[in-house]
């Protein structure tokens, strides 16, 4: 056994490099099962992010089924999910670079099924067999100059639609169009704008006539203060859906106009639905439900009987579970854990037996260089109490001298209606093999906690967030866990809006890294897509009656009171957040005579996806703390040029 050394914090020597991280991993996405074959999209980095859709059958393995010339993603809502379906052996996808639909029967070339040269997006479908269609979600972007246009639409199967034909229109946005078993009644999400689906939807049922069409709508559930999630049939035919009607995301049931809860608990059970074709449950052959819950920083999975009696829970060594698919006598879902990656998992139900399909990685990394997180729960503002992953340094290689307490990186999570998970992720592990301690905070905002947490962003992003990140790492200094002359916090995109709005109204922090982080409100409201074009009424205000609250809470307008070293990560092809707006911040700093790093990026858009820029920020990064708290990292890393950097005596 290696002896152990002895070094200051920040100046370990790891295995976990940049080009490790830069090298990428497989992302694992959208499941779907048919039988025993199970298919899922696959992301790889090595082939410039393509979506690749895989195959799995128990006689024949693991298989790409999709054409180097195709990739597997749709533009519906620009965040897409629901790329895919199948139905009889037949995948039904839509291709990125032109957002058609094909179709691909197995062992063939795809065959389009939309019109060519027409900017219509497709998402979420389903095959009705009963009249030989496809029912989904449409974004008609043909008419310049107003917002796209959603709808669900039918297509025939054999192709030759124009576009498809209007089934249910008139709203601002539809999702999970869900056929019954007999195929007589089709179930849908809807919601309008100012919503977003985590604030209020709608699951409306209709009535389909001889021809296919919608007729005699009713309204289940939900509302503008109702979110609605994943609505699904059982086999008997009864209309099963998540909704938070009681403050949690807790499972229903809709049958003959009446509708119940199946079981109720202080734990969520659905997802913000940045994505089509999320699911958290689902009905095996004799009707039991399969569900997965988040409670108390965890994801989990039980059963449910058919009845809505007792819930089973099942055991797992997983602690992130996702986008779970239940077949008659099996489940497959993706699983991971803070020291193992996410990997497509398939579950015999009878059994137990769990077997791993994919794995997102497989690094040749000892597990002993992970830092295994602690959830915490720490006082905030107003006597409330906020949810954090705290990550310790760790190194089986090193120790730090006696006395010494490690520099404390706070990261802010994009979103913001979103979460941050347990799930190993190499680049926490970057600086905590190195010496650093990480705080992953799941601020107010967060989901995973229940409607109330989630809505305390509501009318003060900016504020709570930025509150949360520092009293998480407050609580920390206060326990003697960090140093507290050494505190960075670090976030990208609309995380990255929170580190600037900490860096810039908040005397805290003694340095900080912004990845293109939005410092100007006004222009993200006024430039972006529909799906989030009214987001921030509830997160900031009504835009333009808000106007002057916009200015307020924008870093760019109050960047003169920016007091700490910061280095600056920016695309200089971002259209979300053009670089003047990060230029002018590194501006004002180096003319306040203060530390500043800006490395711009030529070809990179908003959010970095080549491997050189990736593993260029990282070293960039780790050098410039290095630097401005006074150790000296391992290892060969290109300097950075920081102005106003005190010489070195």
């Not at 310049?144 to 959603?150: F, K, M």
């Not at 999970?176 to 209020?200: I, V």
């Not at 490395?599 to 290095?626: D, K, M, S, V």
Request: charged share 25%.
């Amino acid at each position: 056994m290696a002896q152990i050394k002895e070094a200051p914090y920040g100046t370990w020597e790891s295995p976990i490099t940049a080009d490790l991280i830069a090298g990428g991993t497989r992302t694992l996405g959208q499941i779907a099962i048919e039988d025993d074959r199970i298919y899922w999209v696959e992301g790889r980095p090595d082939e410039g992010g393509r979506n690749v859709l895989m195959q799995w059958t128990p006689a024949d393995g693991m298989r790409a089924l999709t054409p180097e010339s195709y990739n597997v993603r749709t533009r519906v809502h620009e965040y897409g999910g629901g790329a895919f379906w199948v139905n009889q052996e037949t995948v039904y996808f839509a291709n990125f670079a032109d957002q058609r639909l094909y179709r691909q029967r197995p062992d063939e070339e795809p065959q389009p099924l939309t019109p060519p040269n027409v900017d219509l997006r497709y998402a979420d479908g389903i095959v009705d067999e009963h009249r030989g269609r496809i029912i989904c979600v449409r974004e008609d972007h043909t008419t310049a100059g107003r917002q796209p246009l959603n709808a669900l639409v039918a297509l025939s199967l054999s192709g030759g639609d124009a576009g498809g034909q209007l089934l249910v229109f008139g709203n601002d946005f539809y999702a999970a169009p869900r056929l019954s078993p007999d195929g007589q009644r089709l179930a849908w999400l809807t919601w309008n704008h100012p919503q977003m689906p985590w604030d209020g939807t709608e699951l409306w049922v209709g009535d389909l006539d001889k021809d296919g069409n919608v007729i005699r709508t009713t309204l289940v559930a939900g509302g503008e203060g109702e979110s609605v999630f994943q609505p699904e049939w059982s086999p008997a035919g009864d209309l099963h859906f998540v909704s938070d009607r009681t403050g949690w995301w807790n499972l229903y049931r809709w049958r003959d106009g009446w509708t119940g809860p199946l079981y109720e608990r202080e734990a969520e059970f659905g997802r913000p639905q940045w994505q089509f074709g999320m699911s958290t449950y689902g009905f095996a052959a004799d009707g039991t439900i399969v569900a997965l819950f988040f409670e108390q920083g965890t994801w989990e999975m039980g059963t449910l009987d058919a009845a809505g009696g007792a819930f089973d829970p099942v055991e797992m060594p997983y602690t992130v579970l996702r986008n779970l698919q239940v077949g008659d006598d099996y489940v497959v879902l993706i699983a991971g854990s803070p020291a193992e990656f996410a990997g497509v998992l398939r579950i015999d139900l009878k059994s137990q037996q769990m077997q791993v399909l994919r794995r997102a990685g497989e690094p040749d990394i000892d597990s002993h260089y992970f830092s295994i997180p602690e959830l915490i729960e720490f006082p905030t503002e107003d006597g409330e109490t906020a949810f954090a992953y705290f990550y310790p340094p760790q190194n089986q290689d090193y120790r730090a001298p006696a006395g010494e307490k490690p520099p404390l990186l706070v990261v802010s999570h994009g979103g913001p209606t979103s979460t941050t998970s347990s799930l190993l992720n190499l680049e926490i592990q970057y600086w905590t093999s190195r010496g650093l301690a990480v705080l992953d905070v799941n601020y107010g905002g967060s989901t995973g906690y229940g409607r109330d947490y989630r809505e305390r962003l509501k009318g003060r992003w900016g504020v709570v967030d930025v509150d949360d990140c520092i009293n998480g790492a407050r609580y920390l200094v206060r326990r003697q866990r960090v140093d507290g002359d050494r505190l960075a916090i670090r976030g990208a995109s609309a995380g990255g809006y929170t580190t600037l709005s900490a860096l810039t109204f908040r005397d805290f922090f003694h340095a900080g890294a912004s990845y293109f982080g939005v410092s100007d409100l006004e222009a993200l409201a006024r430039d972006t897509h529909k799906f989030e074009s009214r987001y921030l009424d509830s997160m900031v205000g009504p835009y333009p009656e808000a106007r002057a609250l916009y200015r307020e809470r924008s870093p760019i307008h109050a960047s003169d009171r920016l007091s700490c070293p910061i280095i600056f990560f920016q695309g200089l092809e971002d259209r979300v957040v053009p670089p003047a707006q990060a230029e002018t911040m590194v501006d004002v700093l180096r003319d306040k005579g203060l530390p500043v790093a800006y490395l711009p990026f030529a070809g990179e858009q908003h959010g970095f996806r080549r491997g050189e820029t990736i593993r260029r920020t990282l070293e960039a990064e780790l050098y410039f703390y290095g630097k401005i708290f006074g150790f000296d990292p391992a290892g060969e890393i290109e300097p950075v040029e920081i102005e106003n950097l005190p010489a070195e005596t």
